[in-house]
């Protein structure tokens, strides 16, 4: 059997380790992104976040005063009373203030979320098993990005690229600074269309069209991936989104109309 000596450190060797590693790697808090929504999000989260820390370090201080003062083996009697009014009143209407409190930024955050008004720009995204269809509305212009990572590279058989599982042949080309509203629907299951430095994570659903907006402030490239669980390729259903400076975007768009020769 291990001492409790021994149990603790080797815990808390075990909790150090990891969480270096889940920071340095695996960036365990939400990204504040690229896109105004996404720092709204980003905000609100860490709001959310403070104020359920403030909370369990008030009720856990209490908790542990209490505890510690007034044991037992210090000669302490529990008390034995019975509805107080006065203290359920106090209980309920602290986190009824509370939850007002929340509410308000959450509110505004989900109303921001669901305005698509004024957009720019208009794509619709559909969801296919596995792979996506981009359809620029205002451009005349649409086409299929599916995945790019090899058989070969899942099977270990070659080694993996640097951006395994999250490369797509064709990248959604957008503009910078410029109101995008997607539009999601889905050829067949229910998928979702997630890329977290932008802000945007909706499901498509077969038959409905979901909305959601990104105005992107830097030229770059954004991955995400399906987050629905759609059936045996989900996981090898990824999103790459490149932005670029209007005249970037432009000409992109003119190659992108210009008929390619018959080879
Ligand atoms: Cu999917």
Excluded at 141 to 154: A, G, K, R, Y
Excluded at 209 to 221: L, M, V, Y
Excluded at 231 to 241: K, R
């Amino acid at each position: 059997m291990l001492g409790f000596k021994k149990l603790s450190l080797l815990l808390t060797a075990g909790l150090m380790n990891f969480s270096a590693t889940a920071f340095a790697a695996y960036g365990l808090n939400m990204p504040v992104g690229v896109s105004p929504l996404s720092a709204s999000m980003h905000h609100l989260h860490m709001t959310m976040l403070w104020v359920c820390i403030g909370i369990g370090i008030i009720v856990f201080g209490i908790m542990t005063y209490a505890i510690i003062k007034h044991r037992k083996s210090k000669g302490h009697q529990a008390a034995n009373f019975h509805e107080n009014t006065h203290v359920e009143i106090i209980w309920t209407v602290i986190p009824f203030i509370i939850l007002i409190v929340m509410a308000i930024p959450a509110t505004k955050t989900l109303i921001e979320m669901n305005d698509t008004k004024a957009a720019d720009l208009t794509i619709k995204v559909t969801g296919y098993r596995w792979y996506w269809h981009y359809d620029y509305l205002d451009e005349a212009l649409d086409f299929f990005s599916h995945p790019s990572t090899t058989q070969e590279e899942i099977n270990n058989l070659v080694a993996k690229d640097e951006h395994y599982n999250l490369a797509v042949d064709q990248h959604l080309v957008v503009p910078i600074n410029k109101k995008i509203r997607f539009a999601f629907t889905s050829n067949d299951v229910i998928h979702a269309w997630w890329v977290p430095q932008l802000g945007v994570k909706k499901d498509a659903v077969p038959g409905f069209i979901t909305e959601s907006w990104t105005i992107i402030k830097e030229p770059g490239i954004y991955r995400g991936q399906c987050a629905e669980l759609c059936g045996a390729g989900h996981a090898y259903m990824p999103i790459v989104v490149e932005a670029k400076t209007q005249a970037d975007y432009e000409t992109w768009l003119v190659e992108q109309k210009t008929p390619k020769n018959p080879s």
